[in-house]
């Protein structure tokens, strides 16, 4: 599936209008905010169809997993958007993530848990604000235009001698280079879910986070709650993905990277890219092939290096130690 999906679900007594940008979307909240009258409401539908009382305007099918035996139920599932419901205990299963990736459909998980196994997006975690019966969906994290989230207002000069990435590869290799001669020691912490025990253990430090965005859905919540007890030693910046700031640099000759950049929703098919992180690196690795730009994920090529083109990679995010 590709595409923004726009849905309503509405009865009597209430109406829920959302739209969905990927292939996950995180619905969290405390009871009684709508979660679990919308995914009651979809299963009335799934089972009832229109002698539900339901009504959903969608360009999909909408369908909540309501069987015992989700694995075959979801099996006979397709290009459809699939509700589940929080209180399922496989939704935080391998076997569900497994199920998610190799599947062409769309999901919306309703649970108040963080989904280790599910590459999700920060952008993607909502929570439903309501205004008498009718509902919709709201962003949980919001992010500044520099992409540097935080649960306060941020000062807006911060003075920072680390710079921590999950990124082992190529991302970390670009980072060292560029701060090598600012005083600024590049560390990696190997993975997104290893930010935060590192940050943990260097309470102390002034750190500056650079994460992908696309797949930190599961760690936000906890490493911007660490950000509040520690007096803001950290910044935590949430780019979708390093190879998302190359592209955006204006580095990289594409006919449609414009229309990609503005619409990605249109261009990533959900059954080939479980993250969008994964599309944004197929993509530049596709159009840089057999040119000066040509680009690898396990090592850096030099020619991003220079001074010029590594500048035009960092002003979507100017980072200035100082």
Known sequence: MTGIQHVRVSNRDADFKFDLYRNITIVRGKSGTGKTTLYDMIADYTRLKEESGVNISSPKACVALVDTDWKHQLNGISDSIVF???GAAYIKT???AKAVKNSDNYYVI???ESLHDLPYSVEEIYEIKASGKFHKFV???KSDKRHVYSFNSTRRNFQFDILLTEDSKSGYEFYRAY???RNVVCETSGSNSEIFKWLRNHKDKKVFVVADGAAFGSEIDRVLKLQSTTEENFRICLPESFEWLILKSGLIKASDLVSVLDNPSDYIESRDFFSWENFFEDYLVRNTVNTH??????EINPIYLSENNSKKIMAE??????
């Open 139 to 141: 962003k949980m994290y």
């Open 179 to 181: 701060f090598d001669d």
């Open 94 to 96: 391998p076997e569900f």
């Open 317 to 322: 995010i100017q980072m200035k130690p100082e």
């Open 84 to 86: 589940v419901d929080e």
């Open 293 to 298: 730009f040509q680009y690898a994920k396990k």
């Open 110 to 112: 309703f649970s108040r």
